[in-house]
């Protein structure tokens, strides 16, 4: 009888222990992963910025392309590498309509973080949606450093701010022999926070440089008629060019400067002849004219050519600036998500903030503010035989400076 009693005591004993163990592995087991990491994006595909927009798309898909190809992310959380899963919705260059667009992506589609748009007028309510519901976001083609003097904590971004291009212009300028080099500087203002802040910093900094303000003119956001400002700009004999207006706006500006017989030696068209719609809409006429896009196929870094390579193949044609710098983006992001083991939005945000990798800008790290540290390279292109060339910095060129820009005429 106590045999009995023992081993039926010994069976009970065994039973508790292996419910206990398959308690204590059920809790311990990694949580079920979600079949992507959804990533919310809200950019134009219609309207004035669409070309940009096109570009920033095009950036994104190719980065996560490469990504997907090896699995995915590797989220230590759920033990395994979980693809990446990218949600567009249209803005259509209406800044009163992204953050609706935004909303539902955060609330109907459940994703997990942001890329941001194109254009800081556009990625500006965005923002504050990201905040607002605390989500990392990583945006390119912003360059408002005042937007980044608000106290956010989840937004960052790896693209040139005002000053930044501020700066790269007056030292290409100033690589210009002297007796050679523009001295009077038009700077056409467009009335967006872009636009104010540059035109702040290209008057400090110019003056510290020895340059003059020649003329300060003001146009919209839908400004289509530019002969005031040109005539101002001829009348008070600048020979150079700073604004930075819609890639519409460009291209309209460019053909009035050439009616109107108004070629200062040198044009510096941010923003808009950012696009391959430039010299496709221009020819010729869009020659000499520079810009500075955040990034260039041409540049002599680690995945460059894999990114040339797969864009082309994808696309056809080699990668605008734009698509470049959103490229970084989402290393950043997938860079970030790997180093938290988790899509905690927090944990995520606190990666991002502590980035320190190889981009396919340079190295890549964050102010506390959320902007990039400026050691990556700060880039020139400029349009020549319809071609878009790096001409800055010197050691990574593709092509010297054309310069000066010649006479309509004698094109």
Partial sequence: MKKRVSAGLIVAALLVGLVIAGAWHTSHAAPAAPQTIKVGVVLPVTGNMAAGGKWVKQGYEVAVKHINA???????????KIPLELLFLDDESNPAKTAGRMEKLYSIDKIDFFLGGFAAHLLIPQ????????VPIVVTTIGSTAEFEKGYKYTFSPFMAEQDQVITFLDVLDSIPKEQRPSKIAFFEIQEEWGVATG??????????????ATYEKYSMAATDFSSLIVSAKGAGADALYTNPSPPQGIALVKQ????????????????????????????????????????????????????DDYRAAYGGFPEPPAGSAYVCVQVLAD????????????????????????????MKFKPTGRGEGKYIQTM???????????????????????????WNKR
């Fill in 336 to 363: 970030a998500v790997e180093r938290a083991g988790t899509l905690n939005k927090d944990k995520v945000r606190d990666a991002i903030a502590a980035t320190n990798m190889q981009t396919i800008m340079g190295p």
């Fill in 381 to 407: 292109t400029q349009w020549q035989n319809g071609k878009d060339e790096l001409v800055w910095p010197k050691d990574q060129a593709s092509a010297p400076l054309a310069y000066p820009m010649p006479p």
């Fill in 127 to 134: 923002l504050a949606i990201a905040e607002k519901y605390k």
């Fill in 200 to 213: 702040k910093y290209l008057r400090e900094f110019g003056a510290k440089r020895g340059y003059t303000i």
């Fill in 257 to 308: 400067m050439k009616e109107l017989d108004w070629a200062p030696k040198f044009a510096y068209i941010m923003r808009a002849a950012d696009v391959a719609m430039w010299t496709k809409n221009l020819g010729k006429d869009g020659d000499y004219v520079a810009h500075s896009g955040g990034w260039d196929y041409h540049l002599k870094l680690p995945g460059v050519p894999k990114f040339n």
């Fill in 70 to 80: 090896a699995g995915g992310v590797p989220v230590k959380e759920f033990g395994k």
